[in-house]
């Protein structure tokens, strides 16, 4: 079996319909598909739900569960808020500074762009509270070669350790060598 690609990606969301309209303001995804159920198809507990679909571009799907049901909304509290996040690719630094302006314009508080070396970012979150990042390559190909030469002594050294191997140190510093 080989994976062909993510058919699409679900969260929970307070409010189907603001959410569709959120990201198709803020972040210019189209509204593909709604679904809605008085019954889960999966366990068969009757448990109503809206499920929304948006597309994230290049064939992703990003979707929502609006619960009425369900206990309000939480978030796993002991994993820090800049932890979970869902990253979106824009085409370009301009993109990536049109989406903050946009987003700031509205009140949205936005941290960023943080420089990762081989890629910009901004951070935001969504109505329900979901942290969201956008993202603008900035790598060479050299960047990519050096770090995937290292990738599995990294992860092999932080598995007996659980401390920042230094095999790309050089991302970090001013003058890449």
Partial sequence: MTIQKIHHVAYRCKDAKETVEWYGKYLDMDFVLAIAENEVPS????????HVFLDAGAGNILAFFELPNSPEMGRDENT???CQHLALQVGSMDDLFAAKAKLEADGIEVIGPTDHTIFKSIYFFDPNGHRLELAANTGTADMSKRLDEVKWDMLNEWAETKRAPEHAKWMHEKEFS
């Fill in 80 to 82: 820090p808020t800049w």
């Fill in 43 to 50: 366990t068969k507990a009757p448990d109503p739900y809206m």
